[in-house]
């Protein structure tokens, strides 16, 4: 059996800043080190950093962290959270990922301007997301989120509009909601849009269509709550069916590749390579039970 890794598969830029921030810091403090939510949507990866030190920890523990040393992941926090840090002496380690950081300024310098003239900041994202939450903190909670066009009543098409996006979310999707919107605006010309999607992300969805239409079987490696790992999983699904979803090695049924002759095994942004090797190198113990493999 064939098995290969896709190469461009595994942690965005933003996630390996924010790994390697806290890895260094791990080090120099010698594991007392607090994050404030998952480093990374991959719970086996937030289990390697746990064995390592790092503590992971809600808003709600901030008080107890006075003079402690508490990291930022890459999604970003509001400005309230840098507040309350302050408040208690808690030192930020701040790994935000430069593109959202950049995004958060983008926000706010679009919050006051609409401000100035009656008009809305609308943002496409998800709810609750963690880089969202931080976003819509740029704007006083103020932000309109949209996640589908179902959600488009919620605007005022009358007043003026500026469109942004989470920097994960699908660009066809965007493109989609702007033009709804524009259509919908009142006085269209009044509507800004800003394609604030991070590249490095949405150039992986035509990259693993290809990818999964060349193997008999995909191996699809991401944490649960990854929301950018649900949408390129359904990438894969799309170009291939045989394409299954796995948190980590022990997930993998011998079923599944039965009769076949090559496997594809790709990630999301949020996945480590170490763990997709760890689970090409099942699947190559499942072919080496049953005949000679091809790695």
Known sequence: MRIEIDEQSGFCFGVVKAISTAEEWLRAREGAVWCLGDIVHNRVEV??????????????????????????RAHGEPPATYAEARRYGIELVDATCPVVAKLQERVRRAWEAMRRVEGQVVLFGKPGHAEVVGLTGQTNEEAIVIESEADLGRIDFSRPICLLSQTTQSLAQFNAIRDEILRRAAHPETVEVHDTICRQVSNRNPHLREFAAR???VIFVSGSKSSNGKALYEVCRGANPR??????????????????????????T???????QRVADAIAGFSAEGGSSER
Request: hydrophobic share 40%; net charge negative.
């Open 47 to 72: 289990d390697r950093l746990e064995q390592l030190g790092l503590q992971t920890v809600g808003h709600d523990r901030l008080p107890e962290l006075a003079g402690r040393c508490v990291l930022i």
């Open 270 to 276: 949020s996945t480590p390579k170490w763990l997709m």
């Open 243 to 268: 394409t299954y979803k796995v948190e980590e090695a022990t997930e993998l049924r011998r079923e599944w590749f039965e009769g076949i002759a090559s496997v594809g095994v790709c990630g999301a």
């Open 215 to 217: 193997f008999d079987a």
